[in-house]
């Protein structure tokens, strides 16, 4: 064979390698996630329902009273890269939204625009039998970063994104509130591995399991303190997926890989409970109660 022809077949060679690296897990890295999760020897059953702490362990702290999360314009400030993840997005849902209230509305006899309907409902009335306002949903993002709250060379962070219906505008008026936040080993790349890499591209279902509401639910085991809310589909998600939440972990869990899950810090987790009972009317609503995930 040809010296060139080597020459070739290597330089071959070597292109596919860069390309695997580029494209696919990089096999050091890939190794050294399978390895600790090998070591993490009660997942999944650590997540399962029966597997909880008991009832009298599950204590509930009161909740701590929040402030306002940022207006559009204060996000578009302090987190660019969030306020473009989040708005196209937004604007979709927001759209679906008040095209339901008009028609809910309608159905009570108002006008749109109109303050005053033939029944006598009220506006505040028909609003708070549905689940318009506050309408809350979250995301989850990550993007190439560097810093203490960073893992693998990625940024993740979660965001609840809440917002008010006013009849006089006809429109939303929308806040958010953000906390850094990890996924298995944070590298979008590695979402279709079993037990490494992060939470799926999906729309998840936030605090159900099996099509069931389940909430917030306290955890003081360390590697879900202080609690956590399920993800639907628990079984049978993108790529095989499942047993996902969004939970907590204390000691030597705090901020640390999962196995895909989404975990916070405790305080995070705390602050999220806050949001999730008092600015998400729509938390019972399978159909709108929903994790967004996309890289």
């Known amino acids: 064979m040809h010296h060139r022809t080597w020459k070739q077949i290597v330089v071959a060679l070597v292109a596919m390698a860069l390309m695997a690296g580029t494209l696919g897990p990089a096999p050091a890295l890939a190794s050294r996630e399978a390895k600790r999760v090998r070591n993490q020897e009660q997942w999944p059953y650590d997540h399962m329902p029966e597997s909880d702490p008991p009832a009298r362990q599950r204590v509930v702290e009161p909740l701590e009273a929040q402030p306002e999360g940022y207006t559009d314009e204060q996000l578009a400030k302090a987190d660019p890269e969030g306020y473009a993840a989040l708005v196209p997005e937004c604007r979709a849902i927001e759209q679906q939204l008040t095209d339901g209230i008009h028609q809910r509305l309608a159905e009570a006899g108002f006008d749109v625009g109109a303050q005053a309907s033939t029944s006598g409902v009220s506006i505040a009335s028909v609003l708070t039998a549905a689940t318009y306002s506050p309408y809350a949903y979250l995301k989850f993002v990550l993007v190439p970063g560097?810093?203490?709250?960073?893992?693998?060379?990625?940024?993740?962070?979660?965001?609840?994104?809440?917002?008010?219906?006013?009849?006089?505008?006809?429109?939303?008026?929308?806040?958010?509130?953000?906390?850094?936040?990890?996924?298995?080993?944070?590298?979008?790349?590695?979402?279709?591995?079993?037990?490494?890499?992060?939470?799926?591209?999906?729309?998840?279902?936030?605090?159900?399991?099996?099509?069931?509401?389940?909430?917030?639910?306290?955890?003081?085991?360390?590697?879900?303190?202080?609690?956590?809310?399920?993800?639907?589909?628990?079984?049978?998600?993108?790529?095989?997926?499942?047993?996902?939440e969004v939970h907590g972990g204390t000691r030597d869990r705090y901020f640390k890989p999962t196995s895909g899950c989404i975990r916070l810090t405790p305080s995070a987790i705390s602050s999220l409970r806050w949001y999730h009972t008092y600015r998400m009317a729509n938390k019972y609503a399978r159909g709108s109660a929903h994790l967004y995930v996309d890289y």
């Open 146 to 244: 560097t810093g203490s709250m960073t893992y693998n060379g990625y940024r993740g962070m979660l965001y609840f994104r809440y917002g008010y219906y006013s009849s006089y505008m006809d429109s939303y008026r929308w806040y958010t509130v953000s906390y850094p936040a990890i996924s298995g080993n944070n590298v979008p790349r590695y979402q279709a591995a079993v037990n490494v890499g992060p939470i799926p591209e999906y729309t998840w279902d936030f605090g159900f399991i099996y099509g069931r509401y389940r909430g917030y639910e306290s955890d003081y085991r360390t590697s879900f303190y202080p609690g956590k809310w399920r993800l639907d589909p628990w079984t049978g998600g993108p790529y095989g997926r499942g047993y996902l």
